[in-house]
């Protein structure tokens, strides 16, 4: 009999894609997946570190993973990804666990799998030149229309906040010729949109050995000649290095969908320089303005941090401000939450109150779910064309699917299936959704 595989996946879409990845390499040792944790031979979390309480809820599952295996003799139990590679023995030293993978240590799994009866089993070495560019993933989207692709892995940042480049350790980029083919073939099993992922993925670079170097809108030019029937997404952009180039090249391929994710993090230039951002206030504007000269429909979405270190009333004020001039069509906000051993957690005091960062945080939320309302209404009576991904959570009589700005459009379902294209125009909406009827 062969032995199951249960993973649960948190943190950003780079961690999706690496599960995707680990269940590759896993099937070739006889695993195969299953989503019942009681039938399971291998329990396992890839994590996420970024903000303590990602932690926490790890720790939390981590008791109820202990309790199948103390019930069930020969179960094991495995951290992946980030925690794994920020905490180490930390994690083996609880007695709960047998196996710490970090996110450069996956290609050892079956060793350590094979090795697991002579004891708990760790590796959590990074990688100067890891990108798993030849395993092919196992997809474990739900609708078989939208896949991930990672085109780098870690990060040369030094944002003062973050623990990813600890985490994920130096920015590598991946073989170009490997990115495409894999686009081409999810393309060719019904696929209709992908979403190149990278921390950055604007300083994404393919040294050739011929001497001829792809950058990033090289790169997602190419992705996007596949068919223009393949939408093409990307995430992270970073505002002091997205390039007109990359914006031309949106331009030029209408199957670039018109939605770019810029964080901006503060409005306050103090802030933005203790936590190490290089671009200013300002800069993120004329980055914004340029985006739009070029891209007028252009959809902008932002991530956020309420009450860095430092960080003010007036700060805090210039930060909603920035979020009414650009008005942003949707954003993720959070509080600030200090990581151990980053530059911030060494340098600054977290002396901003939990209840100040609440209350900043909860101003910004309040004035974004009114950006994004004015913004869907702004839609309502147009017309727009949708990839449908299929029933709507909600009403199994309607489907569900995004516009080229990401935004989430409910219509009837009629006689569509996921991965078709349809039109459709907006009747109503919410801050969250477009309510649409076919056109
Ligand atoms: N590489 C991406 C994002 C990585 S983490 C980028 O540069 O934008 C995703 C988001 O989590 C960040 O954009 C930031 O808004 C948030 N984040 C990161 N560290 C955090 C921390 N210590 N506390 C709160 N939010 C944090
Ligand atoms: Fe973290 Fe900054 Fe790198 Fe993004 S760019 S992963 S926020 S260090
Ligand atoms: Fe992603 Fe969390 Fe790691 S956001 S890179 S899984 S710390």
New binding site residues.
């Given amino acids: 009999m062969g032995k199951k595989v249960y993973i649960e996946t948190y943190g950003c879409q780079m961690n999706v894609a690496d599960t995707e990845v680990i269940f590759s390499i896993l099937a070739k040792e006889g695993y195969s997946r299953t989503s019942e944790i009681g039938e399971a031979d291998l329990i396992m979390a890839n994590t996420c570190s970024v903000r303590d309480n990602a932690e926490q809820r790890i720790w939390g599952r981590i008791a109820v993973f202990d309790k199948e295996r103390e019930s069930r003799p020969g179960v094991v139990v495995g951290i992946l990804g980030c925690m794994a590679e920020r905490l180490k023995d930390k994690l083996l030293d609880t007695g709960k666990i047998d196996l710490v993978a970090g996110p450069d240590a996956y290609r050892a799994l079956p060793r350590m799998l094979r090795d697991i009866s002579e004891g708990p089993q760790i590796e959590v070495m990074l990688s100067r030149s890891e990108t798993y560019d030849d395993i092919i993933p196992v997809r474990t989207d739900r609708n078989g229309v939208s896949a991930f692709i990672s085109i780098m892995r870690g990060?040369?940042?030094?944002?003062s906040?973050?623990?990813?480049?600890y985490t994920?350790g130096a920015e590598r980029s991946r073989d170009p010729k490997t990115i495409v083919r894999e686009a081409c073939d999810v393309f060719s099993k019904g696929y209709r949109e992908v979403t190149l992922l990278g921390?950055?993925v604007d300083s994404y670079l393919w040294k050739d050995p011929d001497g001829n170097d792809v950058g990033f809108a090289a790169l997602l030019g190419a992705v996007a000649e596949i068919s223009p029937l393949l939408r093409v997404r990307f995430s992270?952009s970073?505002p002091q290095d997205i390039s007109e180039e990359v914006i031309r090249t949106m331009a030029a391929h209408p199957n670039i969908c018109r939605h770019i994710h810029l964080?901006v993090?503060s409005g306050s230039d103090p802030v933005l320089e203790r936590m190490?951002?290089r671009y200013t206030r300002e800069g993120y504007l004329e980055k914004v303005s340029m985006i739009r000269s070029v891209l007028p429909d252009i959809c902008l979405s932002t991530?956020v941090i309420a009450g860095f270190c430092g960080e003010t009333e007036e700060d805090h004020r210039l930060t909603l401000s920035l979020f009414s001039e650009v008005g942003f069509d949707a954003a993720f906000m959070f509080r600030y939450s200090e990581r151990p051993g980053t530059l911030a957690a060494r340098k600054y005091a977290d002396d901003v109150p939990e209840e100040v960062k609440i209350r900043r945080l909860n101003e910004i939320i309040e004035l974004q779910n009114s950006l994004s309302l004015e913004s869907n209404r702004r839609d309502v009576g147009k017309r727009f064309e949708v990839l449908v991904e299929g029933p709507s959570k909600r009403n199994g009589d309607e489907f569900c699917g995004r516009t080229t700005g990401n935004k989430m459009c409910v219509f009837p379902a009629s006689s569509l299936k996921a991965g078709d294209y349809v039109d459709v125009v907006v009747r109503d909406c919410t801050s969250a959704t477009l309510f649409c009827d076919l056109a």
């Avoid at 990060?155 to 944002?159: A, E, G, R, S, T």
């Avoid at 906040?161 to 480049?165: E, F, G, M, N």
């Fill in positions: 990060c040369n940042n030094v944002c906040y973050c623990v990813v480049p994920r921390q950055n992270t970073n964080p993090q190490r951002r991530d």
